[in-house]
Each structure stands twice: as structure tokens, then as C-alpha cells.
């Protein structure tokens, strides 16, 4: 079922300039992934970017590796600063997610700034996927980010793939939507994967973006990593870019595939566009996919367990809180 939201003035319609830029990071090698991600900034802001999105845990890369607890930060920690300062100086909203410490748990922390260089909200990984659960909390929240251009909503990476998450957005009634990805699949078919296993992953990753536009009329944008993924996936995976600007008409304004780089679109946020689109569901995925798939939640829930009782993860966050405090 589609419920139509109505318009009431004219002047609600307003044009935003995004990017999307898609980059590789340097296991938690935080200050260089941020020095190399702001060239990229600064080339998208030059390039007239109102707002920019950047990839999933960005500055410490992505890893199954308790190594990634070594780059956990605070909640105001260097990337938050280089968030917030950043967007002021190049005058844009900016986001990107980290790996954040809080108390003994570590969390999948995406947080958004103003053109001001003020922080506008953050939202937190609910669905760690497959062998995240094993190095990251999820925690529940609304999803959304309320800013002066309107409500954003934001999913990151596999949150934007449930269906629970496209409810929500769809309750919400945002105004834009940002998925922020890690997204790794093999390089080349395996024994295990087939050629057209991994056409249909990529094919799930193109079509995010589209599928929230087509879902409540809204701008929407997705951006992943590129480049090889870290250990300990299989060698010969890599991340494969595929970011995605796409209008709150359904089409798409701006695509890119496996090159670092930055893509840029003008979108058009206009309440008569909107609708309340009620997500299909397949399982607990907005797609089609293979039966063998329902079987990921047994790894996520053996990770939930140990993650909870790891006395490491404790020790590791613990450590973090120290050199906060010194």
C-alpha cells in the first residue's frame, strides 16, 4: 500500500547539491584515512556539494578483528573534530561513521555536522551484520537526524537493508535518506560463490539508493568502500564502490563503480513527491535473496554472545577510557 503526502506551499520545495565520496581507508590508520578523505571533501565542496557523505567506518577501516577495537575513539574524538571542523570550514553538512566508545561497548556511530561546525545528531548501528556482531553493540533508535533541510534518515549499511529500518523511515516520513556502506563481496567467483551470487549482490547495492527514493519519494544517496577489504575476510574480497545519487523521482542523477572518487548530483525535496510506501518483505530483507541467507542470524546471535561475555572487549574499552583520560 502507497499513502500520498500532500504538499502545503510551494516554497517547502528546495534544491541540495550532494556527494557521495567513495574511498578506501587504511586499517585503523585514523589520521591518514582523515587527511586523505578530506582532499576528497575538499574536491566535492569545490564542485558545489551541499552535503557529502562518506563510507562506513571510515577513519579505522573495516575489519572482523578485535585490531579494530585499537581504533575505537570517544564520542567527541578526532573524527567528530575533523567532522566539526571540516564543515565549518568549507561551509557544508558532513557525515561519516566510526567506531566509538562508550563505557564498555563499542558501537557503529554515524554522526552528521552543520555547515556551522556543529554536530547536527548521530545514530548508531542497530543490525550488526554476520561477523560484526562479534566487535560492535547494535542499538535501537529512531534513525533519524532532524536538521534545518529536514528529517534525514540515515541506515547504515545493512540496517538500510532490513525491512524493520525501511518501516521505520517510511513511519517517520523523512525527507532524505543516507546509507552509508562497507560492503565486501568477492573479487572473482569461488567454490562457494557463483558469478551470478555476486551480480546479485552488487545488484543489491545499486539499488538502495533507488529503492528508498522509489519507496517514499525522497532524494536518496549510498556510498561504499573501494579497494581490497581487510583481514581477515578471504583474500580476493574487495569492496566495490557503487555509490549512488538518486532524485525524489526515482531517478538516478549520479552513479559510479569500483573507482575512488566523488560523484555529485543536485536533488529536489519536495513534500508533493512524498509517499508512505509499506516495504516488502523477504524475511527480514527488503529483496529476494537465497533460503541459505536466514542462516547469517545463528552467526550474528553466536557473536551477540560473545562479544557480550568477552572479558578482551571489556579490557580493550577499558584501555580506550584510559587514554581518553590522559
Known sequence: MIVAMSSTNKND???IRIAAVQM????GAIAANLEH???LVEQAARAGAQLVLLPELMPSGYLWDKRIWQAAEPEDGLTVKWLRQTSARLGIWLG??????????????????TPEGQE????????PSLGE?????????SHVIRTALGKIGVGICFDAHTVQIARLMSEQSIDLMLI?????????PTKDVSEKDIERMKNNLREMAPYYSRLLGIPAASVNKCGPACAPKPEGYLFPGLATIVDSDGTIQARMEGQEGMITAEVTLDPARKIRGKPRAYGRYVYPGPAGRNLFVVVERVGQLWYAFSRDRRACAQAARMRMIS
Do not use: I
Open 133 to 141: 556482531a562479534f566487535f560492535f553493540k547494535g542499538e535501537p533508535s
Open 37 to 39: 578523505a578530506t582532499v
Open 180 to 188: 552509508p556502506h562497507s560492503y565486501s563481496l568477492p573479487a572473482a
Open 96 to 113: 561519516t561513521s566510526f567506531l566509538e566508545t562508550d563505557g564498555e561497548d563499542f558501537l557503529n556511530t554515524f554522526v552528521l555536522t
Open 120 to 127: 547536527a545528531g548521530r545514530v548508531r548501528k542497530q543490525f
Open 13 to 15: 520545495v528546495r534544491t
Open 24 to 27: 578506501g581507508s587504511q586499517e
